[in-house]
């Protein structure tokens, strides 16, 4: 079956270093993969979708890769700030209409 | 626009009750969408919806059961409420199918059965 690793259930940094999360997936091969952030209480709101064509995506201080041969995305916050502190989630499709889920990593940023 | 709304935000229900779940989005989505969220679980996907009157089973649909007679409203219908449907449940809508359209979050509603 399908599964989806997230790296750690959770990850302290300092403020103003790089946090890297990673996502590993097994027995598929998707066309697509989405990163999400979800705050404490409330829904996931998406941040990024990276295609299986693209190596790399940048969106201010985010930074996905996709590596299909590795099976594994990781995802880059620069320049981290307390107000980062979230879980992110990373999802890839599976079939025509759904996305499942990893169970996220826990980021705490340090001031 | 208000985007994904759900109600109620909490509720308690007892063994056996029933209760109806609201979604509604403004955004004129097709796509619809209702999951459940378990403490150190993923969202597990309960079912889905591809337009108004056409709805299909996710992952985990036992116990539930929706419907979509208008763009806009996407009820999940819980009968006979069990312990094992405490969770947090989200409803989702996008403009395109999940594979490459982002999807777009309600607040949840926040479960317990006692």
């Known amino acids: 079956s399908q599964k989806i690793e997230q790296n750690s259930e959770a990850l302290n940094i300092q403020e103003g270093k790089t946090a890297t999360l990673t996502c590993n997936y097994t027995?598929?091969?998707?066309?697509?993969l989405q990163w999400y952030r979800q705050d404490p209480g409330r829904g996931p709101v998406f941040l990024l979708l990276?295609?299986?064509?693209?190596k790399e995506k940048r969106k201010e201080r985010l930074k996905v890769t996709f590596d299909t041969t590795l099976k594994q995305s990781l995802f880059h916050i620069t320049a981290s700030q307390p107000a980062d502190s979230a879980t992110y989630l990373c999802?890839?499709?599976?079939?025509?209409?759904?996305?499942?889920f990893g169970t996220g990593t826990r980021l705490t940023v340090i001031p | 626009n208000a985007g994904v709304t759900q109600t109620p935000k909490f509720r308690i229900l007892k063994i056996g009750q029933s209760m109806t779940l609201q979604c509604t989005q403004d955004?004129?989505?097709?796509?619809m969408y209702w999951y459940r969220q378990d403490p150190g679980m993923g969202l597990k996907l309960i079912y889905y919806?591809?337009?108004?009157?056409?709805?299909d089973k996710g992952e985990v649909p036992n116990g539930y059961n929706v419907s979509r007679s208008t763009t806009e409203d996407f009820p999940l219908r819980l009968e006979l409420a069990a312990p094992s449907q405490t969770s947090v449940y989200f409803c989702?809508?996008?403009?395109?199918?999940?594979?490459?359209?982002?999807?777009?979050f309600g607040p949840g509603t926040r479960l317990t059965v006692l």
């Open positions: 989702a809508s996008s403009k395109l199918a999940g594979l490459s359209d982002e999807q777009f």
């Open positions: 027995n598929y091969s998707p066309a697509y």
């Open positions: 990276i295609r299986e064509n693209e």
């Open positions: 999802a890839l499709p599976t079939g025509a209409n759904n996305l499942f």
């Open positions: 955004m004129n989505h097709n796509y």
């Open positions: 919806s591809v337009g108004a009157g056409i709805t």
